[in-house]
């Protein structure tokens, strides 16, 4: 508990000098009903003090959990750029080198086509060293944030240890209020001091709230991230092996290698498909047991509401207009009012971006789903034209009925694939250009997370050095 106000010490020192004097009983009494009302005010200082370094620390989390480096998106968009570039260079050169040997593949350059098949494996290599990267550093952004105590275990110890010295502290006010309802002189002050409890005990639970937030919001953020990046290890090490096959058919003068290329590139197309499908639901499992230990360690987050929050707001706002401002105690509660309301309007502001990212969130999933889709299934149909003349014992020879459906084939394959690389290449820029376009209007009216944070944190350390001063 902090120290006693000097008033309070003074008021104590006349009580006692009071009593000693054997001055009226109703001295006296009004004398303790001044420490009462000054206990109270110390211990509501107390408690909002409390609450800003909940908030504060809530502030820090949002800044070091799941942190997303500035070009974090660029880094990675532009290493894909170049897998796909190579990709698509690769099947132009197929397309073009199998076209015009049609009816001739005898005539089929095959080194030309050695490199339409090199080309793209080294893109693949490209774009798995920089899904391998980007996990690294998530990981390496994940260790610091641990070491600086902003892990997930001990980020809910430490909120948890606030939210019990808070209610302790509510706790022992209320007590106090209570005693201040059998007396007569301070009766016409316990509505309000009630009123100023429940509106405590709603920042508290908003408070909490807006950690699950963003606790479980940065769990399943990292979490989907990193099972993404896995995915794309995957599919484009598959990917690679898969044209280091389909070289070695032409270096070696074996079509069943053509047919080991077709599996990899299904697996690969089949990965595609499903990598933006399962790496959601993996982040959505995450967020569902992370909201469970949340809701287990923290049960008042489950009855939040900022709607009570503004009714109890609204309540307190009409009690303190119909007291008399020459009240002091009343005057203390009008003089808090401004706290109250700005970490209504913070916690309201929250919610309001939370509903937004959310809905941009199921917007991008969506896209991302499509886009995997199509690309994945391109890749799959590429697969088959590939696993028919390698597998395929009428055509894994060295006929020249077979040598024209090997190449027929593949040169569909080739075709097939330019759709998908193309639309990977527009898709992958307008999805950045977007980002970068959001990101510079969020810039410009101040609202970038980091801008809000740093905002939000001076005015928690203005609050806290005028409550120190008051």
């Not at 003090?49 to 998106?73: D, N, P, S, V």
């Not at 509505?191 to 807006?210: I, Y």
């Given at each position: ?214 606790h479980v919001g940065a769990r399943r953020l990292l979490a989907f991230q990193q099972c993404q990046y896995l995915f794309d290890v995957a599919k484009y090490t598959t990917n690679a092996i898969g044209f280091d096959f389909a070289y070695d058919s ?161 040169f569909t394959a080739a075709v097939v694939g330019l759709p998908a690389g193309g639309f990977s290449m527009i898709d992958t820029l307008r999805i950045q250009v977007q980002g970068e376009i959001r990101r510079h209007k969020a810039v410009k009216a ?25």
């Amino acid at each position: 508990m902090a120290p006693l106000s000097i008033r309070t010490k003074v008021v104590r020192v006349l009580a006692c000098i009071a009593f000693f004097f054997g001055q009226s009983p109703a001295l006296s009494q009004e004398l303790i009903d001044d420490v009462t009302i000054e206990k109270i005010d110390n211990l509501t200082k107390q408690i909002l003090l409390k609450e800003i370094a909940l908030e504060r620390f809530t502030l820090h989390y949002t800044l070091e959990a799941a942190k997303q480096g500035r070009w974090k998106g660029w880094r990675y968009a532009g290493l894909q750029e170049m897998n796909t570039g190579l990709g698509l260079a690769g099947g132009i050169l197929s397309t073009a080198n199998r076209a015009h040997v049609l009816h001739h593949p005898e005539k089929l350059h095959v080194h030309v086509q050695e490199a339409a098949n090199f080309i793209p494996a080294i893109g693949s290599i490209i774009g798995a060293g920089a899904a391998a990267g980007e996990f690294g550093i998530n990981s390496y952004h994940d260790i610091t944030a641990r070491k600086h105590g902003f892990s997930p275990g001990a980020s809910l110890k430490r909120v948890k240890a606030l939210k019990d010295e808070i209610l302790s502290l509510i706790g022992e006010r209320q007590r106090l209020v209570d005693q201040g309802a059998t007396d007569a002189n301070l009766d016409r002050y316990v509505q309000t001091f009630n009123v100023e409890g429940k509106v405590l005990r709603d920042m508290l639970d908003q408070s909490l709230q807006e950690f699950s937030r963003y606790h479980v919001g940065a769990r399943r953020l990292l979490a989907f991230q990193q099972c993404q990046y896995l995915f794309d290890v995957a599919k484009y090490t598959t990917n690679a092996i898969g044209f280091d096959f389909a070289y070695d058919s032409l270096h070696k003068h074996q079509r069943i290698y053509n047919g080991r290329a077709g599996v990899l590139f299904a697996v690969s197309g089949q990965l595609t498909m499903m990598a933006p499908i399962l790496s959601r639901l993996f982040g959505w499992e995450v967020a569902l047991l992370t909201r469970r230990r949340v809701n287990k360690m923290l049960p008042e987050v489950l009855d939040a509401n900022i709607a009570t929050f503004q009714s109890d707001l609204n309540a307190l706002d009409k009690i303190v207009k119909d007291k008399t401002s020459a009240d002091e105690a009343v005057a203390a509660v009008t003089e808090r009012q401004g706290i109250f309301d700005l970490h209504e309007k913070s916690f309201s502001n929250a919610i309001r971006a939370e509903e937004k990212k959310l809905a941009a969130a199921k917007l991008t999933a969506t896209e991302n789903v499509t886009a995997g889709l199509f690309v994945g299934a391109s890749k799959t149909a590429q697969s088959v034209f590939f696993l028919i003349p390698g597998y395929d014992n009428r055509y894994n020879s060295k006929t020249a009925r077979a040598g024209r459906v090997t190449n027929d084939m593949l040169f569909t394959a080739a075709v097939v694939g330019l759709p998908a690389g193309g639309f990977s290449m527009i898709d992958t820029l307008r999805i950045q250009v977007q980002g970068e376009i959001r990101r510079h209007k969020a810039v410009k009216a101040g609202v970038l997370p980091a801008q809000i944070a740093a905002k939000r944190l001076k005015e928690l350390d203005d609050i806290e050095r005028n409550l120190k001063i008051n």
